[in-house]
């Protein structure tokens, strides 16, 4: 039998002690920081449409002011083409400069086992 839990002092300790005085940091901060009042959208404004119109950048037909982000939009749609062409080119597989058929196997056809897993139908 034990006597109990061993604690090691020293070097072992140390890594302990600064993630509590780490936590200790965060709490402080988070706790005296100071925000602002909140400022939301104007009542009877639709948020989800000033969002679209400021989408494509059409910020003459917005009712709440904001940026515009079109440029953002084409070029996450630009990257997204890029990954999904460069998927294509990964999966395709070609053999002596021909493409090959993904779905086709080169296999020659095994008898399937029946029910029950064995050649015969027993188990």
């Known amino acids: ?58 910020a003459e037909l917005q009712t709440v002011p904001g940026e515009g982000f079109l440029v953002a939009l084409i070029v996450i749609g630009v990257a997204l083409d890029a990954a999904l062409e460069g998927s294509i080119m990964l999966a395709k597989r070609e053999e002596d400069g021909e493409v090959v058929n993904p779905l086709r196997s080169e296999a020659d056809d095994e008898d399937t086992a029946p ?9």
């Open 1 to 58: 039998m034990s006597d109990g839990p061993i604690v090691r002092l020293g070097r072992g300790l140390l890594p302990g002690l600064g993630a509590v005085a780490l936590f200790a940091v965060f709490a402080y901060v988070f706790l005296t920081a100071s925000f602002g009042d909140a400022a939301g959208f104007p009542a009877g404004e639709s948020i989800t449409e000033n969002i679209g119109l400021a989408m494509f950048n059409l």
């Open 115 to 123: 029910e029950g897993g064995q050649p015969g139908g027993e188990f």
